[in-house]
């Protein structure tokens, strides 16, 4: 069934925070201020790769205005940051790497004056050779970025012998395909606000997407404990995991600890572009081969991943990409091969993905193509090669079980685009130089951290002292929904109404160890808590409730507005049984995301699965690609929040359309050709053209423990192929790199006939 408001009915709710933020009262972390503000710059390199001579700072120290010049000495610990690995330099001491690297910063009365002051401060360089090029940094001859050289990390994975495979193929189909550097393009850029407190303390209200990881990486760097520290992280106007690393807060904090004052950081968006993450370009070569019925026996693998100046999480990116070249599909011997590489091109990080859209746009476009090579229906030739249930997952290890890729292949099977792809597509008589075509992509996509990264989970319900039921979670709200997700469950699950209840997140000071707000693992580990504390937090408030009315309990039930006796009102409510007992009921849980048994570092035991089937419209005058019709269909269990599902598979799809047709970063010699959005282009609701349908499926097997999973990334996976699968149709031409570019669509040349007609020549 359709997902929307209609087919939702009463389930369909306005947003918590919704009222706010459409009317511009909502406050983001980067809309503070505080009494004697100073404003924070920092002063990045001009230079791709350069060493440091000298800085000299004397200038700016002495500018009107100015109360503190940094530069690595003032650094009283870990001069470094990093989520998984401390790589990058808060400022450099000796060598710059990439354009956004840091290495003085002011804080001063104005945000004028400390603009002013950056220009006063003298750096002397010592230029080094610009690596632009992973494949070139991987030479024997290339210099090298790191004493270790310029790779970060390796991955391997093989099952079988794919050399005898392939001895033995009918069809064997070898590409390369090549994805962009793509932008998070958030609408509020990194910033913050930096409160030394009179106790010693620091507050940090900064957009991060795990406040307590945050915590930790301050620590390090300040030389203080983490209880010295504490990091407000809600609301946040946008990440997709680019403010899940540090990026403005090692600067704010220490230029506030410096002079005593509120430290006020927000980057320009130039200054976003040049320092901020971007998606891992990545170049993908497979050789897929067939027997003689279809059957896939044999897919080699080399991923080249441009990781950037700095590690962030570049290896853990490769290691996701390395588990989804194989997908939903079954292969019987499989060779993979990946290697991420540092170069001067800006860093690489984590983004709404993680690695998989890039491994899908390849792998799908190798069934378009085998599917061609044997005259078969692309769709048909994927049934013939499904995962099926039972089977284990792409690296062999155990997985929880479901029937999400049948499931997702039938519905496209049955969706309204999938007959119209097998309709004749003939050019329209008044404008023939459009075309369009039906094209389809699927997807699996892992989520939580995978085996051997901790990935905690925890959550806090109380009924506080003034009768609010208090929902506490180490999470931060980001744009995706996440307040609206939980009012959700505990207004279904519990009985609860809105009005009783007080959401608690984003606070370092009041938040258990949820992990981080990542890896579409918000909503599962939420669900999970809050089911592994109903029965003893609802056993509790009647029992408490039938000490205070003398009625019995079993006669009692959790209720909008308080307790209720069963087939009557309101006997006693929250309010007046937090009062008559005059201490807080609080229960917790604390367990971990499901992992699976084997031994295999990043493999992940819960996957969602996709499939989108899309139509376009080709100019092949111009080139242009429109969208003009979509329908996702996402097996991810049952639909806790239908407008927060919704909102993320079409939000997905907005990005998924960006990174298909327009967006790339470019950068030429170590710099970025494009430093604001007037030269990079984003899709806005002029390209969402026609009706983003979504079905979701949410049957799950009976045994299944795990509950709903999240569906933050699995709606900008398979958007991709499935465009250029539908161009093919449209116009016969594969694409193979992304974004597409328009002259690769054009038609021959068109001339201007006799009598001023155009003909095709």
Not at 224 to 243: M, T
Not at 259 to 287: D, Q, Y
Not at 482 to 507: H, N, P, S, Y
Not at 572 to 597: D, M, N, R
Request: charged share 25%.
């Amino acid at each position: 069934m359709t997902l929307n408001r209609q087919t939702s009915g009463n389930r369909w709710r306005i947003r918590p925070d919704g009222k706010e933020k459409v009317s511009g009262r909502l406050v983001y972390l980067t809309d503070m201020s505080a009494e004697h503000m100073l404003f924070g710059r920092v002063l990045r390199s001009p230079l791709p790769h350069a060493w440091i001579v000298s800085v000299r700072t004397d200038k700016a120290e002495r500018l009107p205005g100015v109360r503190a010049v940094l530069t690595s000495k003032a650094v009283p610990g870990l001069n470094r940051f990093g989520i998984a690995f401390p790589h990058q330099p808060v400022f450099c001491e000796d060598r710059v790497r990439y354009v956004g690297d840091a290495i003085a910063a002011v804080a001063a009365d104005s945000g004028d004056i400390a603009e002013h002051a950056l220009s006063l401060i003298e750096v002397d360089f010592e230029p080094l050779p610009v690596i632009d090029d992973p494949e070139k940094a991987l030479e024997d001859d290339s210099p090298r970025l790191y004493a270790e050289g310029n790779v970060l990390h390796r991955t391997e994975y093989r099952k079988g012998n794919t050399a005898e495979a392939f001895a033995r193929c009918a069809r064997i189909v070898e590409e390369t395909y090549w994805t962009p550097r793509q932008m998070h393009t958030y609408m509020e850029t990194e910033g913050g606000l930096f409160v030394p407190e009179e106790n010693g303390r620091l507050t940090v209200y900064s957009a991060t997407q795990h406040g307590l990881m945050d915590r930790m990486q301050l620590s390090r760097i300040l030389d203080v404990p983490e209880s010295d520290i504490r990091v407000i992280s809600s609301p946040i106007g946008g990440s997709f995991g680019g403010k899940d690393e540090l990026n403005v807060q090692p600067y704010g904090a220490l230029l506030a600890l410096r002079t005593g004052r509120p430290v006020k950081m927000h980057n320009s968006r130039a200054e976003s572009v040049r320092g901020g993450l971007k998606r891992h370009p990545m170049k993908i070569t497979m050789k897929t081969g067939t027997d003689e019925e279809g059957r896939l026996i044999a897919h080699q693998v080399r991923i080249v991943s441009d990781t950037g100046a700095y590690a962030t999480l570049g290896a853990q990116v490769l290691n996701f990409c390395t588990e989804h070249v194989t997908g939903p599909y079954r292969f019987e011997n499989v060779d993979v091969e990946g290697v991420a590489v540092y170069t001067n091109n800006g860093v690489s990080g984590e983004f709404r993905g993680f690695g998989g859209n890039q491994a899908i746009f390849a792998l799908e476009g190798q069934m378009d193509r085998l599917a061609e090579a044997y005259g078969m229906d692309p769709w048909e030739f994927r049934a013939l090669n499904l995962r099926r249930y039972g089977d284990p997952g792409p690296l062999g290890q155990r997985i929880a079980q479901t029937d999400g890729a049948k499931q997702v292949w039938e519905a496209i099977e049955q969706c309204a685009l999938r007959a119209e792809s097998k309709e004749e597509n003939a050019p329209s008589k008044l404008e023939p130089w459009i075309r369009t075509g039906v094209g389809a992509a699927l997807a699996m996509h892992g989520a939580g951290l995978g085996f051997g990264i901790p990935d905690p989970g925890a959550g806090r319900l109380s009924l506080a002292s003034d009768g609010k039921i208090e929902a506490v979670f180490g999470y931060e709200e980001f744009g995706q929904g996440l307040l609206a997700t939980l009012e959700q469950m505990l207004i279904e699950q519990f009985g609860f109404a809105a009005d009783d209840l007080r959401i608690v997140i984003g606070d370092t000071d009041a938040v258990p160890d949820s992990g981080s707000s990542t890896a579409s693992r918000a909503t599962t580990m939420m669900w999970t808590a809050l089911s592994r504390l109903k029965p003893d937090f609802t056993r509790r408030l009647l029992e408490t409730a039938s000490s205070v009315t003398g009625k019995p309990a079993g006669s009692l039930t959790v209720g909008p507005g308080g307790i209720s006796e069963n087939g009557g009102g309101i006997v006693l409510s929250y309010a007046e049984l937090a009062g008559a007992i005059g201490q807080p009921i609080v229960c917790e849980t604390k367990f971990h995301y499901p992992l699976t048994p084997d031994e295999r570092v990043g493999a992940h035991f819960l996957y969602t699965y996709a499939a989108v089937a899309v139509k376009v419209e080709v100019n092949t005058l111009t080139g242009r690609v429109r969208v003009l019709d979509q329908f996702h269909t996402v097996a991810a269990g049952p639909v806790v929040n239908p407008q927060g599902y919704l909102g993320q598979i079409e939000g997905g799809s907005g990005m998924a359309l960006g990174f298909t047709l327009m967006e790339d970063a470019l950068m030429d010699g170590g710099r970025y050709l494009t430093n604001n959005l007037d030269t990079y282009l984003i899709p806005t609701i002029a390209d969402m053209n026609g009706e983003i349908r979504v079905e979701p499926i949410e049957e799950l097997p009976e045994h299944d423990v795990y509950g709903p999973r999240g569906v933050g990334e699995i709606g900008s996976v398979s958007l991709a192929p499935a465009i250029a699968s539908a161009i093919y149709q449209a116009v016969g031409k594969r694409v193979v790199k992304l974004p597409i570019e328009p002259e690769l669509l054009l038609e021959a040349p068109f001339i201007v006939a006799e009598g001023g007609g155009r003909n095709a020549e």
